[in-house]
């Protein structure tokens, strides 16, 4: 029987690329929108798209012999402009072939040709593209989202950066090369959890320019950053799974630097990568023809009357029907000789615990030095607080640089066990933590653990100490991000875990809607 064969219309932004594909790439053929200056104009793509459809779409037909099952285009997320040009052009094509529609969500689709090239079956992603940052997995038939930029995408940030220099679009290539000739100054980290922000950084890169500090400086330093931020999240997602492969998608993917520092990560993991090849990193038609034919074939298709675009179409809103892998997470179960987090390894095999911070060969080493200094102290001075305050915490007896010698806990990690009543509790031991002033920074299942009626917080490398409403509602979707990507039940773990806060924090309401705003600057996509 022969292979499904769908033509894909990509067109989401500045790219009007078409292709075909069976089981491989038959043809592709794009037409990129260049802005004569400034960044992209969603009016000007879209105009771009009309004018120039017709030619790339009737070039890719007949390099394929006019043989089509179906045609399959992005429909969403992106520019709405874009969306709307090229979701008429799909459905013109598919009514003149008498064939089905299949509307594919952008950000999936990358993830499926990493799939497709790799022939990995279950890897944690990094999705990073102008307008999209984020890490994903795979959990009951959709693309879970364990962290996101809550800002600005780090393509948009680099570009921004760029054109208040008057570097055309696209402006990371033109970083990128003169990131070679830098030297490491220190700009701004922000990682919360495993989520992100890049427009504080952005803009001290830019203010570093005005003092006097030289572009290539900046650059290097800009992409260093950035970068050690986005693969240090991902290796957050690889630790907290226990999953053994990893992939780098979307434009952003493209640059040297960062597969270099992917790859590094991956390496001193035992973590499998393999680099895709330029032409599937960027938006491309080819992981839409991919994409619209495992939705072909598995039945999912699009009514031309419901084929609606959706600017804001966002990976975990998609129902994976092609996929019938188990999606396991936490394979590698417990351990009580060594436990290795995304930052540390910790010892297990003495009566004490002893945690120790290994220096990350992807980072640059002076901000390397830096983090590892200041995440050590911050996680003694904060640990030793919330105990003196009533929190479950162990108790601390030594600290070094980068060494942190404390009680062993002999209990069991939450994610292994999470329900209701373990949430519940969560939710108490983090009302103590806030009422003490302490945000814990990273609050995953896997460094809560249960132990004699308690729930007891680890890892507090992130801590700070604040009163302020902001970073306490930050803890909570850090928290509620792990529930919606790991587990089967997270309304109800959120439940639980809200009532738990409130019995013993007073102004949980508060940080609640703080939360529910935060959740939906993640949204805006």
Same mark, same amino acid.
């Given at each position: ?193 495993? +989520?992100? &922000? ?6 001290? *890169?830019?203010?570093?320019? @005005?003092? =006097?500090? %030289? ?100 990976? +975990?809103? &998609? ?6 892998? *188990?999606?396991?997470?936490? @394979?590698? =179960?417990? %351990? ?190």
């Amino acid at each position: 029987m022969p292979e499904t064969r769908v033509l894909g219309i990509e067109g989401t932004a500045w790219n009007f690329s078409v292709a075909v594909f069976d089981e491989e790439l038959v043809c592709l053929h794009s037409s990129p929108y260049v802005p004569p200056h400034g960044g992209i104009h969603p009016r000007e793509a879209a105009q771009h798209h009309a004018k120039v459809a017709a030619d790339v779409i009737e070039k890719v037909l007949a390099e394929a012999g006019n043989d089509i099952d179906g045609v399959a285009f992005s429909i969403g997320p992106g520019l709405g402009p874009s969306l709307r040009t090229t979701a008429t052009a799909a459905r013109s094509l598919a009514l003149k072939c008498d064939v089905p529609l299949i509307g594919v969500n952008h950000c999936v689709a990358h993830v499926e040709i990493g799939r497709w090239y790799t022939k990995y079956t279950d890897p944690i992603v990094l999705y990073a593209s102008g307008a999209n940052t984020q890490v994903l997995g795979f959990l009951n038939d959709r693309y879970r989202i364990f962290g996101e930029t809550l800002d600005i995408g780090l393509g948009n940030a680099l570009d921004k950066f760029a054109r208040s220099h008057n570097i055309p679009h696209p402006g990371g290539p033109f970083i990128e090369e003169m990131a070679k000739k830098g030297s490491y100054i220190p700009l701004p980290y922000t990682v919360k959890g495993m +989520d992100l &922000t890049f427009s504080g950084l952005m803009s001290a *890169a830019k203010d570093a320019i @005005a003092r =006097g500090e %030289s572009m290539e400086d900046v650059c290097y330093s800009f992409q260093e950053t950035a970068f050690a931020m986005c693969v240090e999240v991902t290796e957050r997602a690889i630790a907290h799974t226990g999953k053994d492969e990893a992939i780098l998608v979307g434009g952003v993917g493209a640059n040297n630097r960062l597969q270099e520092m992917f790859r590094i990560m991956c390496e001193e993991r035992g973590t499998k990568f393999t680099t895709l090849p330029r032409m599937y990193m960027g938006d491309n038609g080819a992981m839409i023809a991919y994409t619209g034919k495992v939705m072909l074939d598995a039945g999912s298709t699009t009514l031309i009357e419901t084929s609606f675009v959706n600017p804001g179409y966002r990976p +975990d809103q &998609t129902m994976v029907t092609w996929r019938n892998d *188990a999606d396991k997470l936490f @394979a590698l =179960g417990q %351990s009580d000789i060594i436990e290795r987090g995304a930052e540390a390894v910790v010892d297990l095999t003495g009566r004490n615990a002893i945690k120790k911070r290994i220096s990350k060969g992807y980072r640059v080493p002076a901000l390397d030095t830096y983090l590892i200094t200041e995440r050590t102290r911050a996680e003694a001075r904060c640990i030793a607080i919330a105990r003196r305050n009533g929190v479950s915490v162990p108790v601390i007896r030594e600290i070094t640089e980068n060494e942190i010698t404390m009680e062993k806990l002999d209990g069991d990690v939450l994610k292994y066990i999470i329900s209701n009543d373990y949430a519940y509790a969560a939710g108490k031991s983090i009302g103590k933590l806030h009422k003490a002033g302490i945000v814990h920074g990273d609050l995953t299942t896997s460094n809560m653990i249960w132990k004699n009626g308690h729930v007891y917080l680890l890892d507090f490398g992130l801590a700070q100490i604040t009163d302020e409403i902001e970073p306490r509602g930050m803890d909570l979707h850090v928290l509620f991000q792990t529930f919606e990507s790991t587990t089967s039940a997270p309304t109800e773990l959120k439940h639980a875990f809200c009532d738990g806060y409130h019995s013993i924090f007073p102004y949980a309401d508060a940080v609640i809607r703080r939360e529910q705003e935060i959740e939906l600057r993640g949204r805006y996509l």
